[in-house]
């Protein structure tokens, strides 16, 4: 897109440009409207506003739908709108100078895939400490099991709860579960000290039916937030590959993937101690430790924004200057999805959001703003610039 209206505004300057071609830039400018309409003279009369209407242009068939989603215009195409600031110029001369011509616009087009997939959902199984399975989307709502004295149930939100009555919870602190998250799906759980767990796509957490009264302690991989429950006499710990993290009460995030470079924990609120390798350090709320995955290096400490961290959790994709290949692999586990690039791509960095319960086909059609093109055969994505 960006090199093509480049190409047309420059002939418009070099006054090389075709009739075809006067016709396909003059389309453009209705390219995102519902029905045709005639482009007005007075498009060119001011060059603030006409910058606008170039800028709104841009972004005017995907605000539509109900505010589903929103794209923030990466740089490329803001330059692009500058060049096209000139070449509407050439739109008001085109309208002037050919009067007979009275049928340039151009019907919005549907997204041309074949395919589409559905987005996840919650979806989860339970590994008992006997090894037997239960899949928490088949079962109904109450009782589930008995773990010792702690009672599994599931309650009408669809979230597992583990309860220890006090002082019982050491019958259950040996007896250990697991919930794996497989790709397209999501889960919260309850832990018997009341801390709260959401699960993202691809993850795990294992740990005790009830926690005994010298620990708290979990193992997860993939995506974990943690609402942990204060107790100022019984840390919680948190195992996520050669990093643990340890509270007392407070409110973080771990990206754990074993496909991502780096296990990433942020912090929400309150206050955590992250250790790997021999060196530790503190986070203060808004801040975001980084650490290589499966390389020896220090644990490095930024600011981040935590609500696009937490978009996943909220429902929402959110991402600022993010690879295509990072945004891919989130895609690949929300969607159940392979992806394949049949070529190298060139880099380009995407900003922008857009809701989870979307089907594929709204993520790709967004994504395609960036220059990138992309095709859905059966379970796979296929990625191509």
Same mark, same amino acid.
């Given at each position: ?75 490329? +195409? ?5 060049? +096209? ?66 009672? +599994? ?47 993202? #796509? ?45 509270? +007392? ?25 992250? #250790? ?110």
């Amino acid at each position: 897109m960006e090199n093509r209206y480049q190409e047309l505004a420059k002939k418009w300057l070099n006054k090389t440009i075709t009739p075809d071609e006067q016709a396909e830039f003059a389309a453009w400018y209705n390219a995102g409207q519902d029905i045709p309409v005639d482009i007005p003279s007075t498009f060119a009369e001011n060059e603030e506003v006409l910058r606008e209407r170039i800028l709104n242009k841009i972004n005017r068939d995907i605000k539509k739908d109900n505010n589903r989603f929103k794209i923030i215009i990466p740089t490329w +195409l803001r330059v692009a709108a500058g060049i +096209l600031l000139f070449a509407g110029c050439f739109i008001s001369y085109f309208v002037h100078t050919h009067p007979p011509v009275k049928h340039l616009a151009l019907i919005r087009q549907k997204p041309q895939l074949k395919n589409d997939v559905s987005p996840g959902g919650n979806k989860a199984i339970l590994t008992l400490a006997n090894g037997s399975k239960i899949d928490l989307n088949d079962v109904k709502n109450g009782v589930l099991a008995s773990q010792g004295k702690t009672v +599994l149930k599931k309650d009408k939100d669809g979230q597992l709860i583990y309860e220890a009555p006090g002082g019982k919870a050491k019958d259950s602190s040996s007896i250990y579960n697991t919930i794996t998250i497989p790709k397209g799906g999501q889960f919260q759980i309850v832990l018997s000290d009341g801390s709260k767990v959401w699960l993202n #796509s691809a993850s795990s957490i294992t740990f005790p039916a009830a926690f005994s009264k010298t620990e708290r302690k979990v193992t997860v991989t993939g995506e974990v937030y943690f609402e942990v429950a204060k107790n100022k006499h019984l840390p919680f710990r948190v195992v996520a590959g050669k990093q643990t993290i340890e509270v +007392l009460g407070t409110h973080f995030n771990i990206n754990a993937y074993s496909d991502e470079d780096a296990i990433k924990t942020t912090l929400i609120e309150g206050s955590v101690k992250v #250790s790997a390798d021999s060196q530790s350090a503190i986070l203060k709320p808004e801040q975001q430790s980084s650490i290589l995955n499966n390389k020896q290096g220090r644990i490095s400490i930024n600011t981040v924004d935590t609500d696009d961290v937490l978009a996943w959790k909220n429902g929402n994709f959110q991402f600022e200057r993010a690879e295509i290949q990072l945004i891919m692999r989130e895609a690949s586990r929300w969607y159940d999805v392979d992806i394949k690039y049949e070529r190298e791509l060139p880099p380009r960095r995407f900003t922008g959001s857009i809701s989870r319960n979307v089907n594929l086909s709204e993520l790709l059609k967004m994504l395609k703003y960036t220059g990138i093109n992309f095709k859905i055969e059966g379970k796979t994505i296929i990625v191509t610039p």
